[in-house]
């Protein structure tokens, strides 16, 4: 079994070195310090207990044309990050491969494959700009995985995993088939937690509650997880944004399998966790937010549901991705 891992940073490392330890055939796709140091030196994942994997022999290369076609394809770079390598993975992926979208928020095929619902075939631009990645990516060919765990690259090649790891995986039709029976049986072999389930947009919409609220007060407030929960006034922010999304998933048929106030929980218990929106604003890159909030928008938008909380949110998050971009020479943010 050939696994291409397309982004070998927090989740895709976890993942990677995992596999590569139980015996699959890995590749990274990987750049810059971060290739160079698992070309020279393998990678290493330093577990939650503080035990340690390191795979030494494992390929590596930033050539997807190099690496040829491969069994699945695990993307696990960020969404925004999908669309400018889209034409680009033809190379990894043949008649037969999987592709799996490991990406938080709304992911691009919501509406394209398997969908029964009334907006079957819309077209989501904040998941997708142009459609640049259905243009390149046969949504027939897609598994939908959730990612649970949190996790920091350290170093270049070395991931430690702050907690979880479980990756719940779904077909978008609802269907469990032996492609993705099979994946989960090989992550559980690496020793992860891979449930398979028939409604894969639920456990999407369950994380994303979550992302679209945490993430973005996170990045604006420079506070952790249980800070934010054990503030009253960001607590209650995110509660505001917590209804407001699930009425959005309620008109699309989704129904949530916990309720606000044990979703809020659950996030405390993780501690003083910087999300991943926090840890790219201090470090100074583009910011995750159209898939994770700006997506939300548009999906109440197409369900005639007001989202004020939100958009005031989204709103000030558009103007620090702004300053960052502006910082940083890279002025590329869209009108709203």
């Known amino acids: 079994m050939s696994i291409a891992i397309v982004g070998a940073g927090a989740i895709g490392g976890q993942l990677g070195v995992k596999l590569a330890h139980a015996g699959e055939k890995v590749t990274f796709i990987a750049r810059g310090a971060n290739l160079e140091a698992i070309q020279s030196n393998g990678m290493r994942l330093i577990e939650e207990d503080g035990s340690e994997i390191h795979v030494r022999d494992v390929r590596a290369t930033k050539s997807m044309a190099e690496a040829g076609v491969h069994d699945y394809v695990l993307l696990t770079v960020k969404a925004h990050q999908v669309g400018p390598i889209a034409a680009d993975l033809k190379h990894l992926i043949g008649p037969n491969t999987s592709v799996v979208t490991l990406q938080n928020g709304i992911p691009w095929w919501y509406f394209l494959h398997g969908y029964r619902g009334d907006h079957r075939g819309a077209h989501i631009e904040n998941s997708d700009p142009g459609g640049e990645i259905a243009r390149h990516l046969d949504p027939a060919q897609v598994i ?26 779904g077909e978008p039709d609802g269907t469990v088939s032996a492609r993705v029976s099979e994946l989960s049986r090989r992550l559980v072999a690496a020793g992860f937690k891979s449930p398979v389930i028939e409604d894969i947009r639920c456990e999407i919409w369950l994380k ?49 399998r916990v309720d606000i106030d044990r979703r809020i929980a659950g996030a405390e218990k993780v501690g003083a966790h ?52 502006t910082a940083n020479g890279r002025l590329s943010i869209q009108p709203a």
Request: aromatic share 6%; glycine share 8%.
């Open 274 to 325: 910087k999300t991943s929106m926090l840890q790219d604003v201090e470090a100074g890159r583009a910011i995750e937010l159209e898939a994770l909030v700006g997506s939300v928008i548009e999906l109440g938008r197409l369900t005639g549901t007001a989202t004020p909380h939100i958009d005031t949110v989204y709103a000030l998050m558009r103007m620090l991705a702004r300053s960052l971009e």
């Open 208 to 256: 994303l509650w979550g992302n679209l609220s945490f993430n973005p007060i996170s990045a604006l407030t420079h506070a952790t997880l249980v800070d934010i929960c054990r503030f009253p006034d960001t607590r209650a922010l995110t509660r505001a944004m917590m209804e407001e999304a699930q009425t959005i998933a309620n008109a699309l048929g989704v129904t949530f």
């Open 144 to 169: 939908g995985s959730v990612v649970y765990p949190a996790a920091i690259l350290t170093e270049p090649g070395t991931v430690k995993v702050v907690e979880g790891n479980r990756y719940t995986l």
